[in-house]
């Protein structure tokens, strides 16, 4: 029997129709058993077509070559075979071996030889990698985490701050300003906020002491690019405000939160310094954690690493605070405040050389920390 066509008859006696039809059944079932082997929900509708098809299906082709042009004797015997064809590829088409081979796939789609896809997992940036564990510490210690605009009113990056306009102290923080503000009270223009310590501002405006929170996010400076410096870099920052709040209270916190994370070896020391929003102010340098102290080329070989401005909290800041929170009365609280910049712990930590790998998004080097 040819591939389209089905066989030729040879007589309508008993016999030839018995071979003929035996034939034709054999064909079904090997048509049948083919289709099985490609499995394939395709593979059982084309054995569908192949002998139901309305148009070219063999038993219509079978119906008009043999039943119609038969003499009326043969088309009882004929007919009566003809009738028991179809129920033969019906229950094929139910039968559920189709499913047990085939239950949901194509088999043809997928190879299972081939490797699968590959997909890499994920992993912290070495910068928030950092900044969760620096907040973490503080996060022990009972203090929460407070959040705010990067994009600031110069009132409260600068003027709530105790900088006020025109204070030379702003230049230390050569700050980028959103274009087309001028028409503006000078209070109210925006800037890309040059440190994250708008926030104590805003947090104490929402809410009386005590104070205990940690803040981290991204600030950004006019500073030219180079290894060290970034136009957009991050800092952590910490403002805690209650009754009796000391200077050794900071001394403490701050000895504590770089014992615990850089190792309990690690020593702490205070210098002098200024920012308009602390008095005292200090600037803290740990012990090089790298040498012991010894002098490396991560200390410069001097020992010591600077690491963070801090002081006790100036009263003129709590003078703006006032206005919306009362209890913030410099006679009856104190608090103090520090910040730090990420960026430059993450490089030490990490022995980062360069800080514009801390943002190109290359994969080759962020794959190094998964
Ligand atoms: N905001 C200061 C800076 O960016 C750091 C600082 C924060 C100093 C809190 C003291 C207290 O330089």
Same mark, same amino acid.
């Given at each position: 029997?040819?591939?389209?066509?089905?066989?030729?008859?040879?007589?309508?006696?008993?016999?030839?129709?018995?071979?003929?039809?035996?034939e034709?059944?054999?064909? $079904?079932?090997?048509?049948?058993?083919?289709?099985?082997? &490609?499995?394939?929900?395709?593979?059982?509708?084309?054995?569908?077509?192949?002998?139901?098809?309305r148009?070219?299906?063999?038993?219509?082709?079978?119906?008009?070559?043999?039943?119609?042009?038969?003499? =009326?004797?043969? &088309?009882?015997?004929?007919?009566?075979?003809?009738?028991?064809?179809?129920?033969?590829?019906?229950?094929?088409?139910?039968?559920?071996?189709?499913?047990?081979?085939?239950?949901?796939?194509?088999?043809?789609?997928?190879?299972?030889?081939?490797?699968?896809?590959?997909r890499?997992?994920?992993?912290?940036?070495? /910068?928030?990698?950092?900044?969760?564990?620096?907040?973490?510490?503080?996060?022990?210690?009972?203090?929460?985490?407070?959040?705010?605009?990067? $994009?600031?009113?110069?009132?409260?990056?600068?003027?709530?701050?105790?900088?006020?306009?025109?204070?030379?102290? &702003?230049?230390?923080?050569?700050? /980028?300003?959103?274009?087309?503000?001028?028409?503006?009270?000078?209070?109210?223009?925006?800037?890309?906020?040059?440190?994250?310590?708008?926030?104590?501002? &805003?947090?104490?405006?929402?809410?009386?002491?005590?104070?205990?929170?940690v803040?981290?996010g991204? =600030?950004?400076?006019?500073?030219?690019?180079?290894?060290?410096?970034?136009?957009?870099?991050?800092?952590?920052?910490?403002?805690? =405000?209650?009754?009796?709040?000391?200077?050794?209270?900071?001394?403490g916190? /701050?000895?504590?939160?770089?014992?615990?994370?850089?190792?309990?070896?690690?020593?702490?020391?205070?210098f002098?310094?200024?920012?308009?929003?602390?008095?005292?102010?200090?600037?803290?340098?740990?012990?090089?954690?790298?040498?012991?102290?010894?002098?490396?080329?991560?200390?410069?070989?001097?020992?010591?690493?600077?690491?963070?401005?801090?002081?006790?909290?100036?009263?003129?800041?709590f003078?703006?605070?006032?206005?919306?929170?009362?209890?913030?009365?410099?006679?009856?609280?104190?608090?103090?405040?520090f910040?730090?910049? =990420?960026?430059?712990?993450?490089?030490?930590?990490?022995g980062?050389?360069?800080?514009? /790998?801390?943002?190109?998004?290359?994969?080759?080097f962020?794959?190094?920390?998964?």
């Amino acid at each position: 029997m040819s591939q389209e066509g089905i066989p030729q008859l040879d007589g309508y006696s008993e016999d030839a129709l018995d071979r003929a039809f035996a034939e034709l059944e054999k064909e $079904v079932d090997a048509s049948a058993l083919e289709a099985t082997k &490609r499995g394939t929900s395709d593979a059982v509708e084309e054995f569908r077509l192949l002998w139901l098809g309305r148009k070219q299906g063999r038993l219509k082709q079978v119906s008009e070559a043999w039943l119609k042009s038969a003499p =009326v004797e043969a &088309r009882k015997s004929i007919g009566l075979r003809f009738n028991a064809l179809k129920p033969r590829i019906e229950s094929w088409l139910v039968w559920e071996g189709w499913t047990s081979t085939q239950p949901t796939l194509d088999a043809e789609a997928i190879d299972v030889t081939l490797p699968g896809t590959h997909r890499a997992l994920g992993a912290e940036h070495p /910068l928030i990698k950092t900044m969760h564990e620096m907040v973490a510490v503080f996060q022990r210690m009972g203090y929460s985490v407070g959040v705010g605009p990067e $994009v600031e009113t110069d009132y409260y990056n600068f003027e709530s701050l105790n900088f006020p306009p025109g204070h030379p102290a &702003r230049d230390t923080q050569d700050t /980028l300003v959103v274009a087309n503000q001028d028409r503006k009270p000078l209070r109210d223009r925006l800037l890309m906020r040059t440190h994250t310590s708008p926030v104590q501002i &805003r947090t104490m405006e929402q809410q009386p002491p005590p104070v205990r929170i940690v803040i981290r996010g991204k =600030v950004h400076r006019n500073d030219a690019a180079d290894a060290t410096h970034s136009p957009i870099f991050h800092q952590i920052e910490g403002l805690c =405000v209650d009754t009796n709040i000391t200077f050794s209270d900071l001394k403490g916190t /701050l000895d504590h939160a770089m014992k615990e994370f850089f190792g309990s070896s690690v020593k702490t020391r205070f210098f002098p310094s200024f920012f308009p929003f602390t008095e005292p102010s200090a600037d803290v340098q740990i012990s090089c954690p790298f040498c012991g102290g010894k002098g490396c080329r991560k200390c410069k070989y001097s020992g010591w690493i600077e690491l963070l401005g801090c002081g006790m909290v100036d009263p003129a800041v709590f003078g703006f605070v006032q206005g919306k929170q009362p209890a913030y009365d410099p006679k009856k609280i104190s608090g103090f405040a520090f910040g730090m910049g =990420v960026d430059r712990i993450a490089m030490m930590k990490y022995g980062i050389s360069d800080i514009s /790998l801390l943002y190109s998004g290359d994969a080759r080097f962020l794959e190094q920390f998964a």
